[in-house]
């Protein structure tokens, strides 16, 4: 038999057993598992190509944009504030309020889906763990798939880890952190997962797994505003956070939770985005409960944005902190711009290191 790749047939050969269950115009490329396939689903995977299907021309659209912004700035334009939306930055409008869920967010972390690791940031007495499947994820079918199966366990609270070199068995705390999932950006696509024979919508993925098999709990809640919660990374412009609202309330209405249930932090981590903050929480106001600011990726960001211009170089960027004039001013600015419109302003989380990793 003529197979693809992982062992699965080419296009129009009998599939081999076992295979995934899939609903019509998804086809699995990665290799089968049977804990992947309690994850992968024949509904799952139906919720996923419908995201896709009703959102996929906006956000071609969207990365479309992004390149001709690209365009302008290599040929020396700069990113700056859109006259067309001056009504949104100057309104008195705000987002709907903090739900007591995520009041307190002092202090939070990051790392990894791995399993072991997700339990230890649970336990780690931080308000907050962000699950990663971007920065902090290699994203192999492998990781990406475990990943969801780590992450439905610890929902349930039946999360455990057995490590026999240590002779040690992790499992949750009855207090345990306020989980947060950090799905991938909109311009990485998921080549494992192909719809209607197109690469899937990488955070699509992300989001639709993992919101389909653990949505139920927050449906028994009072209220808007008990999640699930996200964070968003790598936006560019309101456009993109424009797509994300629309994909919170499709969901929303599928799972039978009350509108603004599901609530988001945008990770401002791009120059252009940081022109768009006021738009930005404005199409997320109703699922919003903050911006972050970074160091690293915006870092980047200013570097390949301003590529093309010469007396815009920085220096090694170990010496471009947070201090610095013009990261100063993105920080400053992305403060005021959250409590006028009444969420939170957030720092750069802590890093989960190898050494607590190994705990």
């Not at 311009?187 to 992300?206: K, M, S, Y």
């Not at 699930?228 to 994300?244: G, Q, V």
Request: glycine residues 8%; aromatic residues 12%.
């Amino acid at each position: 038999m003529d197979t693809g790749t992982y062992g699965y047939p080419k296009q129009g050969v009998k599939k081999i057993d076992p295979f995934y269950d899939v609903p019509e115009g998804v086809d699995i490329r990665g290799r089968y598992d049977e804990e992947f396939a309690k994850i992968l689903t024949k509904d799952a995977l139906k919720f996923v190509a419908e995201l896709q299907r009703e959102f996929r021309s906006h956000i071609r659209y969207a990365l479309e944009c992004r390149k001709e912004a690209k365009r302008r700035y290599n040929e020396g334009a700069l990113p700056g504030f859109d006259p067309a939306t001056r009504y949104i930055r100057e309104g008195e409008w705000v987002c709907a309020p903090v739900p007591p869920a995520v009041a307190d967010r002092k202090v939070e972390i990051t790392g990894p889906v791995e399993r072991k690791m997700v339990i230890n940031a649970l336990n780690s007495g931080a308000k907050v763990f962000m699950a990663d499947f971007e920065d902090a994820l290699s994203p192999s079918w492998e990781n990406l798939m475990r990943g969801q199966v780590n992450l439905k366990d610890a929902v349930a609270g039946t999360i455990t880890f057995n490590d026999k070199a240590r002779n040690k068995v992790y499992k949750l705390n009855d207090q345990t952190a306020k989980l947060f999932v950090r799905p991938r950006g909109w311009h990485l696509p998921e080549a494992h997962i192909f719809i209607d024979g197109e690469p899937a919508t990488g955070c699509l993925v992300d989001f639709g797994l993992y919101f389909y098999h653990n949505h139920a709990p927050f449906r028994q809640t009072q209220g808007a505003g008990f999640g699930p919660f996200f964070y968003l990374p790598k936006m560019e412009h309101s456009r993109e956070a424009k797509i994300w609202n629309n994909v919170f309330e499709r969901a929303e209405k599928m799972a039978g939770i009350e509108r603004g249930s599901i609530r988001a932090t945008v990770l401002i981590e791009t120059l252009p985005a940081v022109f768009q903050m006021n738009e930005i929480l404005y199409e997320l106001r109703d699922h919003s409960v903050g911006l972050n600011c970074g160091r690293w990726d915006y870092i980047f960001s200013y570097v390949k944005t301003f590529q093309a211009h010469p007396d815009r170089l920085l220096p090694d960027r170990v010496l471009v902190g947070m201090t610095q004039h013009f990261m100063k001013s993105y920080s400053d600015l992305l403060i005021r711009t959250c409590h006028r419109r009444g969420v939170h302003a957030m720092g750069g989380m802590v890093c989960i290191c190898d050494k607590f990793g190994r705990k």
